[in-house]
T-cell receptor, first 116, second 110 residues
Framework: ETGVTQTPRHLVMGMTNKKSLKCEQH?????MYWYKQSAKKPLELMFV???????ENNSVPSRFSPECPNSSHLFLHLHTLQPEDSALYLC???????????????FGPGTRLTVT | QKEVEQNSGPLSVPEGAIASLNCTYS??????FFWYRQYSGKSPELIMF????GDKEDGRFTAQLNKASQYVSLLIRDSQPSDSATYLC??????????FGPGTRLSVLP
């Protein structure tokens, strides 16, 4: 257990559905991240929130919509997805700032998403 | 484009041998480096991090950093079949630019 939880762990959805992924961190961190990991591909950073404000959006399609209501919770809202969006979606958190050198990220278990 | 490069593997070593995993990075501003282990279907798990030139040891794992050569490595001594996984290298600049490499798949043969 890393202190980062994600729900659901598995999700199957049709292309016309709307669903949300949830992430919660219990580490007191101030930054949270969404990553996508497709089969046999490297981790792709999707969104970064520092101090609840989105600081990075790596050209992610608008069918993915993040929400960060507070520093402990992060959501990824999904709508009208495509089959190629099927992947493992990982949430991570870290503590940034404070003059440290290393800001290691801790990952949740991921949500395995299948779009049919 | 700030990148972290790794050989994709697979790297195969016999049980009990030393596994050597290598990583290079392009961003000279990167200050700290991380090694994660990821089992198939699971999320990445932090093994160790290093930010000073030289070696850092933790149990069977040793991370090595050479900032002049922009090179990071991970040595796994006395490799076990349970070490078989994909190892991800990442570099970061004070929390501003965390970049993962594509990972190296390690297979430890019994």
């Amino acid at each position: 257990e890393t202190g980062v939880t994600q729900t659901p762990r598995h999700l199957v959805m049709g292309m016309t559905n709307k669903k949300s992924l949830k992430c919660e961190q219990h580490l007191g961190h101030n930054a949270m991240y969404w990553y996508k990991q497709s089969a046999k591909k490297p981790l792709e950073l999707m969104f970064v929130y520092n101090f609840k404000e989105q600081t990075e959006n790596n050209s992610v399609p608008s069918r993915f919509s993040p929400e960060c209501p507070n520093s402990s919770h992060l959501f990824l809202h999904l709508h009208t997805l495509q089959p190629e969006d099927s992947a493992l979606y990982l949430c991570a958190s870290s503590q940034v700032g404070g003059g440290e050198v290393s800001y290691e990220q801790y990952f949740g278990p991921g949500t395995r998403l299948t779009v049919t | 484009q700030k990148e972290v490069e790794q050989n994709s593997g697979p790297l195969s070593v016999p049980e009990g041998a030393i596994a050597s995993l290598n990583c290079t990075y392009s961003d000279r501003g990167s200050q700290s480096f991380f090694w994660y282990r990821q089992y198939s279907g699971k999320s990445p798990e932090l093994i160790m991090f290093i930010y000073s030139n030289g070696d850092k040891e933790d149990g069977r794992f040793t991370a090595q950093l050479n900032k002049a050569s922009q090179y990071v490595s991970l040595l796994i001594r006395d490799s076990q079949p349970s070490d078989s996984a994909t190892y991800l290298c990442a570099g970061d600049n004070y929390g501003q630019n965390f970049v993962f490499g594509p990972g190296t798949r390690l297979s430890v043969l019994p």
